[in-house]
T-cell receptor, first 115, second 114 residues
Framework: ETGVTQTPRHLVMGMTNKKSLKCEQH?????MYWYKQSAKKPLELMFV???????ENNSVPSRFSPECPNSSHLFLHLHTLQPEDSALYLC??????????????FGNGTRLTVT | AQSVAQPEDQVNVAEGNPLTVKCTYS??????LFWYVQYPNRGLQFLLK??????LVKGSYGFEAEFNKSQTSFHLKKPSALVSDSALYFC????????????FGTGTRLQVFP
């Protein structure tokens, strides 16, 4: 059983909808991440939070909006998405994002389909 | 810029045979290298990492990886493959010092046949 829980597992939304992805980690880690996984492409890092502060934002379109209310929870708010945003969205956590090379612990992902 | 390359989209191996999944890297400075595995409908799981020290790194599930500085490679190996090893394998490199941001490869699908 993973220590990182993502909900929902599957999401289908229209381009005009607003939805949110949720991630919760039970590992006591202080860094959390959002990754996008598309077929035949490398994993794309979207956002990094360390100690609840955003430390990385990889030129992600503003239709993706992250929120980290505390070190255990991470959200990704979605609005006016495009069909090319359909992908598997993975949340991960680690102990420290300061270069100590701590392993990432991933959730099972949310499979998003934009129609 | 740091990068990793996984030259094979898929590797097929018979159960009981040794397996190798290839990874080459390009970094400035000392490489921090990782292998992760993704089983169907699951997130990625950490297998092993190389930071410094012994060139042969041992990890989970009987996997190991060999760091080769002259060939800039970090191939994943296992002496005897199991059908349950069938999964998607990702090589990754740390994107510079002072960060835990990882640059992932495109992944290699390992298929182990009974």
């Amino acid at each position: 059983e993973t220590g990182v829980t993502q909900t929902p597992r599957h999401l289908v939304m229209g381009m005009t909808n607003k939805k949110s992805l949720k991630c919760e980690q039970h590992l006591g880690h202080n860094a959390m991440y959002w990754y996008k996984q598309s077929a035949k492409k490398p994993l794309e890092l979207m956002f990094v939070y360390s100690l609840e502060e955003r430390v990385e934002n990889n030129s992600v379109p503003s239709r993706f909006s992250p929120e980290c209310p505390n070190s255990s929870h991470l959200f990704l708010h979605l609005h006016t998405l495009q069909p090319e945003d359909s992908a598997l969205y993975l949340c991960a956590s680690s102990q420290d994002a300061g270069g100590a090379a701590a392993p990432l612990h991933f959730g099972n992902g949310t499979r998003l389909t934009v129609t | 810029a740091q990068s990793v390359a996984q030259p094979e989209d898929q590797v097929n191996v018979a159960e009981g045979n040794p397996l190798t999944v290839k990874c080459t890297y390009s970094v400035s400075g000392n490489p921090y290298l990782f292998w992760y595995v993704q089983y169907p409908n699951r997130g990625l799981q950490f297998l092993l990492k190389y930071i410094t020290g012994d060139n042969l790194v041992k990890g989970s599930y009987g996997f190991e990886a060999e760091f080769n500085k002259s060939q800039t490679s970090f191939h994943l190996k296992k002496p005897s493959a199991l059908v349950s090893d069938s999964a998607l394998y990702f090589c990754a490199v740390r994107d510079g010092e002072g960060t835990d941001k990882l640059i992932f490869g495109t992944g290699t699908r390992l298929q182990v046949f009974p």
